[in-house]
């Protein structure tokens, strides 16, 4: 059965000011993920995420700036506008073929249907999970790791 999550329409989106423009074309996973890491990122609140294949992804306008911590081994990679200070994606080195998209940069951001929800050991109290969706400790990939031990 294919897997309802994931997309092969095309994804337009941009930063608030409009100076930076993408598109994507393919399949890709929608996720909720609340690390704090992410919460710093979206303000306080866990990150709409679309993970994506980088095969599939082009800027259609403008350059965004990036940000990467210095005092981290294999930081995450950070891409925003440096006019209006959107956050549209993400590289991670766990996924060098791919891109994270921020849900709220997406033209059409009510296709968001989150697959599953990690590191909700940092949820908040104020955070809400999706319902019908797995909710995982840590990653997704950990979980599994963890059940083939047993």
Partial sequence: MPNKHLTTKQIKGRCYCGDIAYEFEGEGTFMQCHCRECQYISGGHPNAAFIAKRSGF??????????????????????????????????????????????GTFDDPTVFHPEFAQFTVDKQPFHTLPQGAPAYVRTKAEAAQAANKM
Wanted: some cysteine.
């Fill in 58 to 103: 082009k800027w259609l306008k403008g350059t965004p700036q990036t940000f990467a911590r210095t005092d981290l081994e294999t930081p995450r990679t950070r891409l925003f506008c440096s006019r209006c200070g959107t956050s549209l994606a993400t590289l991670s080195p766990r996924f060098p073929d791919a891109i994270i998209l921020k849900v």
